[in-house]
C-alpha cells in the first residue's frame, strides 16, 4: 500500500517520526499490522502540498482559527488522497517499526524505517471511503555503482562532507539530527553519504525529490552539494541572528545588573543621588552665579520643584528638562566689559573700512555716551543704502570696535513670528527664538545683534515678524521681551542692533520710526579706488594663493576697471573683477614650469584677455554739447545715482523735423534700476511754428512710468504751456503739436516725482529749438504755480553728477542744505545752483542768447 507523505520524501537510511491526523488513516494501518500486511509500505511524496494542509499552517502561524481547532494543532505528515495520480512515481519502501495511538485526539504517530528506492508501475486499486490507502505494484530501483577511484566522486564527497562539517558546527539543529543517525550511516560511502544530507535537509520538496528521483551518480551528488550550500547559508544566517539577539540582551542584562551594583555601593558609602538628582544639582550650580530677575527665579524654581517629581521616564520630564537648560544656559545679569579708548576704537574701524565717516562718528559717539555714564548702553541702528557698500561687514567691525560679541541672523523672506518669539511649549519641538539663541550662543546681554535684510521681511498667514520687532527694537520695551517658549521678562535694552536695509520705503512706517537710519549712499571713483588698493587688492591676492609677486596691477588698469567695468555704488562688483584677474593668473601660474614663472602684469592694453569687453563706455549720449530739447537729470536708485534719457518727439508743425531727446532720471520708488541707453524713434519731428487746424496738443508718454511720475508729466506739460505764453505769446507749439515723450529702459519701472524741472525744461527747449547749456543736470519736483520742491537721494544723485562729469546742477533751495553737508571731495568740481522757482531754473539751464525774442 502508497502512503502519501505531504512534506518531504523518505530518504533510506534512518528512522523516521510520520504524524498522521486522520484517524482513518492510523486505523488502516492497525488492520494492515493485524493481518500480518501492514509491515512494509510504500512512501511516496505529493506531488503538492494539499492545500488543507497549507491553510492549517496559515492559520497557526497568523494565529487565526487557534481556538476553533482546539488541540488539533500537531503537525501533518502524511494522510489520504482522492487519486494516486496525485503522488510521485519515485518513492521508499517503510519498515512500519510501530504505532502508537494519541490519547486525546484523533490520529497518531508511525515509526518507519525507510530502505530501498522504488518506482510505482500500476494502480491495484485506488483509495475508497471504506479503503483509506491505495495499493500499487512496484519495482526495486538499484543504486548506481561507486567507481573506485574517480576524482570527481571523491572531490563530490569531500565538499559534501565539508558542507556538512561546517553545519554541524554551525547550527544545534544539525548538530542533533547527526548525533542521532550517525549510528547507522557509513560516511565513506558516497551514497549512504547524500542520503544523509537530503534527509536532513531543509530544501524544497521539488528539490528532496529530484534528490530521491536521480538514478545517476554524478548529477545526484552535485544536487546534493547545491542543497547543502543553501542549507549551510541559511544555517549561518540563523545563527548570526541569534547571536546578535543574546548579545543585545546580554549587554542590556549587564547594564542593569553593573547599575544595581553601582547603586548599592552609593548606598553603602552614603552618597544617595540618582540620575535625577545630580540632574537637579547641575541646574542649582547653574545659575548660583548669575542675577536672575525676581520672576525668573520663581519660574526656576517652580520647574526645579516639578522636575524632583517626574519620573525620568516619563516624556513631561524630557519638556521640563529641556526648559530648564535653556533657563539656565542665558548670561543671566553678565556683560561684556565695553572698549572705553575713542583712539583704538577709531583705529580698529578705520583699519577694517574705507569712508563710511557717517557710521564711524556714530559708533564713536556711543562709545562717549558710555564713558560718561559709566555703563553699557544699547541702541537700535539701521544701515540704509546699496548692496555692495559694507552694511554687513560694518556690523563686525562695530562688535570688534566695542569689544562687544557678534551675533548675525538674517530676516529677508522671514514669515514666521515664532523665528523671531520662538514657540510655545505645547508645540511638541518647540523652542526658543532667535533673540534667545543669540543670548545663549554670545554669553552676554549685550552684544552686537545685525539683524540682515530687515527691508525684506514677509508677512502671511503665520504672522507678522515686522510687529514682532515693534518691541524688540523699542528702547522703552525692551527691557522686559517675552519669548514665547520662555515666558519670562529677558532685558534686550543693553544690545546694540544694527539693522541693514536696501530701502527704507519697504520698513513700516512705526518700525522705522524707532529706528537712527544711516545712509551710506555709495563711493565715488576715488573711494573705489583708496578701498581696492588698501583692501581688495591685498585679500583677492591672499586668497587666491598666487603671492603678491605673481601679478602686477597698475593704477591706470585699476582706473580703467572702476570707471568702465565697475560702475555700480558699491564694491562688490570690483572684487568680483580682482578675484576673476587672480584666478586666471593662477592659471597661468600653474600651467608654466617653476622656472619659466614670472610676474604677470595686467596692464590696460591686455585688460580685455582677462575680465572681458567693458560693459559701461558713458551713460552720456552727447560729449560736445546737448542738441536742442536734451535736458540732463539726476536719480536714485535702490543701486545708488544713476542716469537715464528720455526723448521727446513733435508731431504734425510745419517747421520741420528736429530730433528731442530729454534725459532726467526719476525717483525708482518700486525698485528698478534705471539704465543710461535709449534709442530715438524712427518718426521723430518737431517744429516751432504753430501747426495748422484740425489737431490739438496732446502728449503721449512711453517707458513705464508709475503713478506718480505719469501726474509729474502732466504738471510739467500744463505749465510749460502757461510758461510759453508769457515767453512767447506767437509760439504755440505746445498747444498745436502731438507730442511723445519716452524714457529709454522701458522694461525698468520708474516713478517718482523729482523729474518735474526736467520735463518742463525738456518741453521748453523742444518748443523753442533751443538746447540748454552742456554739462547742466537738473532735478527737483514741480508745482503748477511753477514752485521747485525738495526731492531725495541728493548724495545719490551727486555721486551719478561727478561719475558723467557734470559741472552744474540744478536743485531746490530746501536741499541746500543736504548738499552743504556732503564731504568736500564730493563737491570740488561742481557749481550748484539752487533754486525756489521755475524762472530761476530757466535762466541758469538756457543761454539767454540763443532764446528766440
Known amino acids: 500500500f502508497a502512503l502519501p507523505l505531504y512534506r518531504k520524501p523518505a530518504f533510506p537510511g534512518f528512522y523516521q517520526i510520520v504524524q498522521v491526523s486522520e484517524q482513518e488513516v492510523l486505523d488502516f494501518l492497525n488492520a494492515l499490522k493485524k493481518t500480518g500486511q501492514g509491515d512494509y509500505l510504500g512512501g511516496f511524496m505529493t506531488k503538492e502540498l494539499p492545500k488543507k494542509v497549507a491553510e492549517s499552517e496559515g492559520d497557526q502561524a497568523s494565529g487565526a482559527g487557534a481556538a476553533a481547532a482546539g488541540p488539533q494543532s500537531l503537525?501533518?505528515?502524511?494522510?489520504?488522497?482522492?487519486?494516486?495520480?496525485?503522488?510521485?512515481?519515485?518513492?521508499?519502501?517503510?519498515?512500519?517499526?510501530?504505532?502508537?495511538?494519541?490519547?486525546?485526539?484523533?490520529?497518531?504517530?508511525?515509526?518507519?524505517?525507510?530502505?530501498?528506492?522504488?518506482?510505482?508501475?500500476?494502480?491495484?486499486?485506488?483509495?475508497?471511503?471504506?479503503?483509506?490507502?491505495?495499493?500499487?505494484?512496484?519495482?526495486?530501483?538499484?543504486?548506481?555503482?561507486?567507481?573506485?577511484?574517480?576524482?570527481?566522486?571523491?572531490?563530490?564527497?569531500?565538499?559534501?562532507?565539508?558542507?556538512?562539517?561546517?553545519?554541524?558546527?554551525?547550527?544545534?539543529?544539525?548538530?542533533?539530527?547527526?548525533?542521532?543517525?550517525?549510528?547507522?550511516?557509513?560516511?565513506?560511502?558516497?551514497?549512504?553519504?547524500?542520503?544523509?544530507?537530503?534527509?536532513?535537509?531543509?530544501?524544497?520538496?521539488?528539490?528532496?525529490?529530484?534528490?530521491?528521483?536521480?538514478?545517476?551518480?554524478?548529477?545526484?551528488?552535485?544536487?546534493?552539494?547545491?542543497?547543502?550550500?543553501?542549507?549551510?547559508?541559511?544555517?549561518?544566517?540563523?545563527?548570526?541572528?541569534?547571536?546578535?539577539?543574546?548579545?543585545?540582551?546580554?549587554?542590556?542584562?549587564?547594564?542593569?545588573?553593573?547599575?544595581?551594583?553601582?547603586?548599592?555601593?552609593?548606598?553603602?558609602?552614603?552618597?544617595?543621588?540618582?540620575?535625577?538628582?545630580?540632574?537637579?544639582?547641575?541646574?542649582?550650580?547653574?545659575?548660583?552665579?548669575?542675577?536672575?530677575?525676581?520672576?525668573?527665579?520663581?519660574?526656576?524654581?517652580?520647574?526645579?520643584?516639578?522636575?524632583?517629581?517626574?519620573?525620568?521616564?516619563?516624556?513631561?520630564?524630557?519638556?521640563?528638562?529641556?526648559?530648564?537648560?535653556?533657563?539656565?544656559?542665558?548670561?543671566?545679569?553678565?556683560?561684556?566689559?565695553?572698549?572705553?579708548?575713542?583712539?583704538?576704537?577709531?583705529?580698529?574701524?578705520?583699519?577694517?573700512?574705507?569712508?563710511?565717516?557717517?557710521?564711524?562718528?556714530?559708533?564713536?559717539?556711543?562709545?562717549?555716551?558710555?564713558?560718561?555714564?559709566?555703563?553699557?548702553?544699547?541702541?537700535?541702528?539701521?544701515?540704509?543704502?546699496?548692496?555692495?557698500?559694507?552694511?554687513?561687514?560694518?556690523?563686525?567691525?562695530?562688535?570688534?570696535?566695542?569689544?562687544?560679541?557678534?551675533?548675525?541672523?538674517?530676516?529677508?523672506?522671514?514669515?514666521?513670528?515664532?523665528?523671531?518669539?520662538?514657540?510655545?511649549?505645547?508645540?511638541?519641538?518647540?523652542?526658543?527664538?532667535?533673540?534667545?539663541?543669540?543670548?545663549?550662543?554670545?554669553?552676554?546681554?549685550?552684544?552686537v545683534v545685525l539683524i540682515d535684510e530687515i527691508d525684506k521681511l514677509g508677512r502671511d498667514y503665520r504672522g507678522d515678524p515686522s510687529s514682532a520687532f515693534l518691541e524688540i527694537l523699542d528702547p522703552e520695551q525692551n527691557s522686559n521681551f517675552r519669548d514665547h517658549y520662555l515666558d519670562v521678562p529677558i532685558d534686550l535694552s543693553r544690545v546694540l542692533f544694527v539693522c541693514t536695509a536696501n530701502v527704507i520705503d519697504t520698513i513700516p512706517g512705526p518700525l522705522l520710526d524707532r529706528m537712527e537710519v544711516i545712509r551710506i549712499a555709495g563711493y565715488v571713483f576715488e573711494e573705489k579706488l583708496a578701498i581696492a588698493k588698501q583692501y581688495l587688492i591685498p585679500q583677492t591676492v591672499e586668497q587666491s594663493g598666487i603671492g603678491p609677486d605673481a601679478v602686477e596691477l597698475p593704477e591706470a588698469s585699476l582706473e580703467k576697471i572702476i570707471a568702465d567695468y565697475a560702475r555700480e555704488a558699491g564694491v562688490r562688483q570690483l572684487r568680483k573683477l580682482l578675484e576673476k584677474i587672480n584666478r586666471k593668473v593662477a592659471l597661468q601660474v600653474v600651467r608654466r614650469k617653476e622656472e619659466e614663472r614670472q610676474k604677470t602684469v595686467v596692464g590696460v592694453e591686455n585688460l580685455g584677455k582677462f575680465i572681458g569687453q567693458a560693459p559701461h563706455l558713458s551713460e552720456r549720449l552727447y560729449h560736445a554739447g546737448t542738441p536742442p530739447g536734451v535736458v540732463m537729470g539726476l536719480a536714485w536708485t535702490q543701486l545708488g545715482g544713476a542716469s537715464l534719457f528720455i526723448e521727446a518727439i513733435g508731431h504734425g508743425s510745419a517747421q520741420g523735423p528736429v530730433e528731442s531727446k530729454v534725459e532726467f532720471v526719476a525717483d525708482a520708488a518700486n525698485g528698478g534700476q534705471e539704465e543710461p541707453e535709449g534709442k530715438l524713434p524712427d518718426d521723430a519731428n518737431s517744429g516751432d511754428t504753430p501747426r495748422g487746424k484740425g489737431q490739438e496738443g496732446s502728449m503721449k508718454i512711453t517707458g513705464q512710468l508709475g503713478e506718480v511720475m505719469s501726474e509729474s508729466s502732466s504738471v510739467s506739460l500744463t505749465y510749460a504751456k502757461l510758461f510759453m505764453r508769457e515767453l512767447k505769446v506767437g509760439n504755440t507749439y505746445l498747444e498745436d503739436t502731438a507730442i511723445h515723450l519716452n524714457i529709454p529702459e522701458g522694461a525698468v519701472p520708474k516713478d517718482g516725482p523729482s523729474a518735474g524741472v526736467t520735463m518742463a525744461s525738456a518741453l521748453l527747449s523742444l518748443a523753442l529749438h533751443a538746447p540748454v547749456l552742456p554739462d547742466l543736470a537738473m532735478t527737483g519736483e514741480l508745482t503748477l504755480s511753477g514752485k521747485v520742491l525738495k526731492v531725495g537721494g541728493i548724495k545719490e544723485k551727486v555721486i551719478a553728477a561727478r561719475r558723467e562729469g557734470i559741472s552744474t546742477l540744478l536743485m531746490p533751495r530746501q536741499n541746500e542744505a543736504d548738499f552743504t553737508e556732503l564731504k568736500e571731495y564730493l563737491r570740488v568740481g561742481i557749481t550748484a545752483h539752487f533754486v525756489d522757482h521755475y524762472d530761476d531754473v530757466y535762466r541758469l539751464a538756457f543761454d539767454a542768447a540763443s532764446v528766440p525774442a
Not at 574701524?349 to 556711543?366: A, P, W
Open 75 to 447: 503537525r501533518r505528515d502524511a494522510g489520504r488522497i482522492s487519486s494516486v495520480a496525485e503522488i510521485e512515481e519515485v518513492g521508499t519502501v517503510l519498515q512500519v517499526i510501530s504505532l502508537t495511538q494519541y490519547p486525546n485526539i484523533a490520529g497518531g504517530q508511525v515509526v518507519v524505517m525507510p530502505h530501498k528506492r522504488i518506482r510505482r508501475t500500476r494502480v491495484v486499486s485506488a483509495p475508497s471511503p471504506n479503503v483509506a490507502l491505495a495499493a500499487v505494484a512496484v519495482e526495486h530501483l538499484e543504486e548506481p555503482e561507486v567507481p573506485a577511484d574517480d576524482p570527481e566522486v571523491k572531490s563530490l564527497k569531500t565538499q559534501i562532507s565539508d558542507k556538512m562539517k561546517e553545519m554541524l558546527r554551525t547550527s544545534s539543529i544539525y548538530r542533533e539530527q547527526f548525533e542521532q543517525v550517525m549510528r547507522f550511516y557509513d560516511l565513506e560511502q558516497p551514497l549512504r553519504l547524500a542520503d544523509l544530507i537530503a534527509g536532513m535537509s531543509l530544501a524544497q520538496r521539488e528539490d528532496l525529490q529530484g534528490i530521491l528521483t536521480e538514478n545517476e551518480l554524478l548529477p545526484r551528488l552535485r544536487k546534493v552539494l547545491a542543497i547543502a550550500e543553501k542549507d549551510l547559508e541559511f544555517a549561518q544566517l540563523q545563527s548570526k541572528m541569534k547571536n546578535q539577539a543574546e548579545e543585545k540582551v546580554t549587554k542590556e542584562q549587564r547594564r542593569v545588573m553593573l547599575t544595581a551594583q553601582m547603586n548599592q555601593i552609593m548606598k553603602e558609602l552614603g552618597i544617595d543621588k540618582d540620575e535625577k538628582q545630580t540632574l537637579l544639582t547641575q541646574f542649582r550650580d547653574a545659575v548660583k552665579d548669575k542675577e536672575l530677575p525676581p520672576e525668573a527665579a520663581k519660574v526656576f524654581d517652580a520647574e526645579l520643584t516639578k522636575l524632583g517629581t517626574l519620573e525620568p521616564s516619563s516624556s513631561e520630564f524630557n519638556v521640563c528638562r529641556t526648559y530648564l537648560e535653556w533657563l539656565t544656559c542665558l548670561p543671566w545679569g553678565q556683560f561684556t566689559e565695553e572698549n572705553k579708548d575713542i583712539q583704538r576704537a577709531e583705529d580698529i574701524l578705520n583699519e577694517d573700512h574705507f569712508g563710511l565717516e557717517d557710521v564711524k562718528e556714530r559708533i564713536l559717539e556711543h562709545i562717549a555716551v558710555s564713558f560718561l555714564k559709566a555703563s553699557v548702553q544699547g541702541k537700535i541702528m539701521c544701515l540704509a543704502g546699496p548692496p555692495g557698500v559694507g552694511k554687513t561687514s560694518i556690523g563686525k567691525s562695530i562688535a570688534r570696535a566695542l569689544d562687544r560679541k557678534f551675533f548675525r541672523f538674517s530676516v529677508g523672506g522671514m514669515h514666521d513670528v515664532a523665528e523671531i518669539r520662538g514657540h510655545r511649549r505645547t508645540y511638541v519641538g518647540a523652542m526658543p527664538g532667535k533673540l534667545i539663541q543669540c543670548l545663549k550662543l554670545t554669553q552676554s546681554s549685550n552684544p
